[in-house]
């Protein structure tokens, strides 16, 4: 009697393992990593370091201000959307810091060059 339950449990595991097992390869297929197509097609030109700041500058412009468009809007009543006002708020402000670390890494690495002897 006391058997029972046990090999019940068992194969009750047992059966739970399977449906995971199964349930783990239907999530993560087999597959073979190979080469990107879009290296051989050279989609993707070199970008001087001058267009990439140029780049990121005009990312956190567009963050800054749409960040004060939601908050506008929300002040005058035109949207009731705080929360995106306030997600728009905090993802200019974490751009602008990014932004800054960069400058300031940027103008040490500078000021480091500068004082290289020749």
Same mark, same amino acid.
């Given at each position: 009697m006391a058997m029972q339950p046990i090999n019940n449990a068992?194969?009750?595991?047992?059966?739970?393992?399977?449906?995971?097992?199964?349930?783990?390869?239907?999530?993560?297929?087999?597959?073979?990593?190979?080469?990107?197509?879009?290296?051989?097609?050279?989609?993707? =030109?070199?970008?001087?370091?001058? *267009? #990439? +700041?140029?780049?990121?500058?005009?990312m956190v412009n567009e963050h800054q201000s749409l960040a004060s468009k939601k908050m506008t809007a929300v002040e005058?009543? =035109?949207?009731?959307?705080?929360? *995106? #006002? +306030?997600?728009?708020s905090q993802k200019a402000s974490l751009s602008f810091s990014a932004l800054m670390q960069v400058r300031n890494k940027v103008?040490?690495?500078?000021e480091d060059v500068m004082k290289m002897p020749v």
């Open positions: 068992v194969s009750a595991e047992q059966l739970m393992l399977t449906k995971m097992q199964a349930m783990q390869q239907q999530v993560q297929p087999d597959f073979m990593v190979t080469n990107n197509p879009m290296d051989t097609q050279k989609v993707n =030109q070199p970008l001087a370091f001058s *267009g #990439a +700041m140029k780049n990121v500058l005009d005058t009543g =035109q949207s009731d959307d705080l929360v *995106g #006002a +306030m997600i728009a103008v040490a690495s500078f």
